[in-house]
């Protein structure tokens, strides 16, 4: 009972490579959804789906699951460089404004590992910690006495970091809530209604970020950082 489940997720999983591999594209997306159904989920299964709906030319789903997938796998460079293929089939042309100076920086240290790496790592510099106040404690010269209390003090600035490092790529994780476009065209309102003006008219595809929700609407904030409200139904989340 504990094996079957598992057994028909990778079943499906391989017979959607299959249809995949003989260009079989619409099966293959069957084959792959019908295991997201069964609640299995991996980066590799959204690369290859993402990759499927990349050949039906399907650009919003395609976008979608490869961003899915950079989710499980932030730093696979596969995953990002067919995201940027399918990204170029894109109507909108907006502009990233990168971040500058402390905040930049900060992120670009602790997003280079996955907040769960960071957590391992901060285990094994406890466990490090532990062996040298045990050196510390049993030594019985005073310079590997003195090597030890300086090994320990190096590992708690390390565990202190890397705890930090934790905490605040967890914190990026929840609070960023990145989501595609799903509709072939759609407009962002200045207000959550449809009397408001226009602010901007997105197409399938695009990537915005979602800052809050009113009744059916989401207010949204483009990567160059014009913000607007959009309707729930246009847009899927991906986290």
Known sequence: MLVSPVFFAQSGFEKGNDLYKNGKYEQAVDAYNSVLSEKKQSAELYFNLANAYYKL?????????????????????????????????????????????????LRDFTGTYHYNTWAWISVSFSVLFLISFLGYYFSALSLNKRLFFFGMFVMFVLLVSSVSSAIFER????????????????????????????????????????????????????????????????IQEVK
């Open 57 to 105: 030319n399907k650009v919003a789903p395609a976008i979608y699951n490869y961003e899915k997938a950079l989710v499980l796998k932030p730093n696979d460079a596969d995953i990002a460089n067919n995201l940027r293929f399918a990204q170029k089939r894109t109507v909108d042309e907006i502009k990233v404004v990168p971040t500058v100076g402390f905040a930049k920086l």
């Open 171 to 234: 914190s990026y994780f929840k609070n960023e809530r990145p989501a595609i476009i799903f509709a072939e065209k759609t407009e962002v309102k200045s207000e959550p209604q449809n009397k408001g003006t226009n602010v901007i008219v997105l197409h399938e595809g695009t990537k915005v970020f979602v800052k809050e929700k009113v009744d059916n609407w989401k207010k949204v904030e483009l990567t160059d950082g014009t913000e607007g409200w959009i309707d729930s139904e246009a």
